[in-house]
């Protein structure tokens, strides 16, 4: 679909209560953003159901233009609430999603997870600079399809600019363009970016600011906590105003990095979720599906994203669960015929139909196999004496572990009454 020379028209007719100093400058906005956009069929461009401007009778009007994206410019923060929400329903209001992680939430994982039970996706965090400058990592790192929906593409940043340019070639591709605000990892503090920004809020606010007056698709922001819990209430209203349509909330601080030794602090996303009015996402400690429903009602949250679990079980959105957690838990839990090695089979599959780099298959092997090797340490001696991977010695090295007699299968439980398959409540 090709959006041509939007119709700034019925905006301006809505503005004549203002100064003509503000009019100016509006018919000037006009003139600079008329362009002609190819976008995908199915993008959410398509649909008019967040078409919202303001206007002179009804500050909530429903805009008539062909085009659902007007800038936030002429939005008021009602109004940029409203669009928000309308977007976030109009993609079904997923509460199962795919957390963004370096090198292991590419496009093959993400199908495999979607197949059990994700609801929605993030890519691995993208380097805006780079992104923008190289076409060889763009070709590399970013990679969809027409079924990877809904889809948020993340970038870390530090410049406005920089961002803008990176985030306009994935825009009709996505469904939001989201800010890394929350990586801890030394890696982030010397490229400073990621929650190393949170000691330069303004720079933060510009870098929201910039994507919310010149995008097409909503920004989202994901985000750690401050130690102290009105820093990071202000913080999330201070995103919110700059134009942040939909915020997902780490419970862990910048100096919590090891979580399996710092639990997430869900009374901070609560806090964050009762402060703000856009749609919230909870992140930290989700390992299967009690958590999910215990966090959902918990925080308030409007869905959860997993990162460390689901690279070890990308089932659990459909109610699987690894040993650790099934054994040590209720009764009641049954081999649900499916282990990792099934699972590692797909996923090799996918990436044979969407080729990824290889260091990124490597990792998902160690995650997925990692308590198969330990009962069979030698057959991951063999995996990292290769230099050069192929799926043939990978399908082979699956065998031999059956062969070895080794199986460590996931386990799922009888459905309570009252809840779907997957464990949320009905």
């Known amino acids: 679909m090709k959006l041509n020379s939007w119709p700034f028209s019925p905006l301006f007719t809505s503005l004549k209560h203002l100064s003509r100093s503000v009019y100016t400058m509006a018919s000037s906005i006009s003139e600079t953003l008329t362009l002609t956009l190819t976008l995908p069929a199915g993008s959410p461009q398509?649909?008019?159901?967040?078409?919202?401007?303001?206007?002179?009778?009804?500050?909530?009007?429903?805009?008539?233009?062909?085009?659902?994206?007007w800038p936030s410019l002429c939005l008021s923060g009602e109004s940029r609430i409203e669009r928000a929400w309308a977007h976030w329903k109009k993609l079904g209001q997923p509460?199962?999603?795919?957390?963004p992680m370096v090198d292991n939430s590419e496009l093959p994982?993400?199908?495999?997870?979607?197949?059990?039970?994700?609801?929605?996706?993030?890519?691995?965090?993208?380097?805006?600079?780079?992104?923008?400058?190289?076409?060889?990592?763009?070709?590399?790192?970013?990679?969809?399809?027409?079924?990877?929906?809904?889809?948020?593409?993340?970038?870390?940043?530090?410049?406005?600019?920089?961002?803008?340019?990176?985030?306009?070639?994935?825009?009709?591709?996505?469904?939001?363009?989201?800010?890394?605000?929350?990586?801890?990892?030394?890696?982030?503090?010397?490229?400073?970016?990621?929650?190393?920004?949170?000691?330069n809020l303004p720079l933060?606010?510009?870098?929201?600011?910039?994507?919310?007056?010149?995008l097409h698709v909503p920004v989202s922001c994901k985000i750690r906590v401050f130690p102290n819990l009105q820093d990071t209430i202000n913080y999330a209203?201070?995103?919110?105003?700059?134009?942040?349509?939909?915020?997902?909330?780490?419970?862990?601080?910048?100096?919590e990095k090891d979580g399996k030794k710092f639990r997430a602090d869900w009374n901070a996303i609560k806090a964050v979720k009762n402060a703000v009015s856009i749609p919230v996402l909870a992140n930290g400690d989700i390992r299967h599906m009690d958590d999910v429903q215990r966090c959902l009602e918990e925080t308030g949250a409007d869905g959860v994203l997993s990162a460390e679990s689901l690279l070890e079980n990308p089932a659990l959105f459909a109610g699987f669960q690894t040993a650790e957690w099934a054994l040590g838990g209720e009764e009641g839990n049954k081999d649900g015929e499916l282990d990792q090695a099934n699972l590692l089979v797909e996923y090799l599959k996918l990436c044979e139909k969407y080729p990824v780099p290889w260091r990124m298959i490597r990792s998902h092997v160690h995650k997925l196999l990692g308590e198969w090797f330990r009962i069979q340490p030698?057959?991951?001696?063999?995996?990292?004496?290769?230099?050069?991977?192929?799926?043939?010695?990978?399908?082979?090295?699956?065998?031999?572990?059956?062969?070895l007699g080794v199986r460590i299968p996931l386990y799922t439980k009888d459905t309570p009454?009252?809840?779907?398959?997957?464990?949320?409540?009905?």
């Open 46 to 69: 398509d649909s008019n159901l967040d078409d919202h401007i303001c206007s002179e009778q009804q500050e909530h009007q429903e805009c008539q233009s062909s085009s659902a994206d």
């Open 95 to 99: 509460k199962l999603i795919v957390a």
């Open 109 to 199: 994982f993400r199908m495999l997870c979607r197949k059990y039970g994700a609801q929605a996706a993030y890519t691995p965090m993208l380097h805006s600079r780079i992104f923008s400058e190289n076409e060889k990592y763009r070709s590399q790192e970013f990679t969809t399809c027409k079924e990877d929906r809904p889809l948020f593409v993340q970038f870390c940043a530090n410049d406005p600019d920089t961002l803008l340019e990176a985030a306009q070639r994935v825009e009709p591709y996505c469904d939001y363009v989201d800010i890394n605000l929350g990586c801890p990892q030394r890696i982030a503090r010397r490229g400073n970016y990621g929650a190393f920004l949170m000691d």
């Open 204 to 214: 933060v606010k510009s870098l929201v600011e910039k994507l919310a007056l010149n």
């Open 237 to 255: 209203r201070m995103l919110e105003d700059a134009g942040c349509s939909l915020l997902a909330v780490h419970g862990r601080t910048r100096d």
């Open 378 to 403: 030698q057959v991951r001696d063999d995996l990292n004496s290769q230099s050069k991977l192929t799926f043939e010695f990978l399908y082979n090295m699956v065998d031999q572990l059956r062969e």
């Open 417 to 426: 009454a009252g809840r779907t398959s997957n464990g949320i409540a009905t």
